[in-house]
């Protein structure tokens, strides 16, 4: 049976997410600039990430050089099709559209990809103020020819959007206790096959 105190502090938490979710429909949102970004096809505009939809969920993600957002977007890559069957979906990065490719590829990622490459975009729409290239997501609602910026967030280590922390919790770890990886393999001591030309 479930611990009284737990259970009341779950209910708590199922409440205010709806109150939560409630303020962000509500939310007015502001215009933004059609910002340009590079991709393997060449530039494109933020209207363009639309493609033809009415929102666009923009994952900001640090780049090939972060675990966490490496793990962030492991878990959102799960969930795409249902993802993009609501909304457009991206990926931007400061990383170069081939560099963001080989990466993704590697991870087996689906995502449409982008670059703002550290331009104006990611200064100006940080999902934290002061904070530059901070890992997160907005959302964004297109109006006729216009963008309007409605919602954002803020990923970090025990935060509402990746479901390992949760779990973690569950199993009464917090995120001090562990780190992700890009790989989990650990070469063993002997390798039968004599261990040449291994790639780790």
């Known amino acids: 049976m479930a611990n009284p105190e737990i259970a009341e502090l779950e209910r708590q938490i199922a409440d205010l997410t709806a109150k939560l979710n409630e303020l962000r429909r509500q939310a007015p949102g502001r215009p933004v600039p059609n ?33 966490y957002c490496t793990l962030w977007a492991d878990g959102f890559n799960g969930l795409l099709g ?7 979906v991206v990926v931007l990065s400061k990383d170069a559209p081939a ?24 200064r100006e729409q940080t999902v934290m103020k002061d904070a530059d290239n901070m890992p997160g997501a907005v959302v964004y609602e297109r109006q006729g020819d216009r963008v309007v910026r409605k919602n954002s967030c803020v990923f970090g280590p025990g935060d509402l959007y990746c479901a390992m922390w949760s779990l973690l919790g569950l199993a009464g770890m917090g995120e001090g206790e562990w780190t992700p990886q890009y790989r989990y393999w650990q070469r063993p001591e002997h390798m039968d096959d004599g261990g040449e030309n291994l790639l780790e």
């Open 99 to 122: 560099v963001q490719r080989d990466f993704a590829n590697s991870r087996n990622w689906r995502f449409r990809l982008a670059s703002h490459g550290g331009s104006d975009y990611i």
């Open 82 to 88: 249902h993802l993009e069957d609501a909304m457009a």
């Open 35 to 67: 910002y340009r970004f590079a991709t393997l096809s060449g530039e494109v505009t933020l209207l363009d990430l639309f493609a033809g939809r009415d929102k666009l969920l923009a994952i900001h993600n640090m780049g090939q050089g972060c675990r």
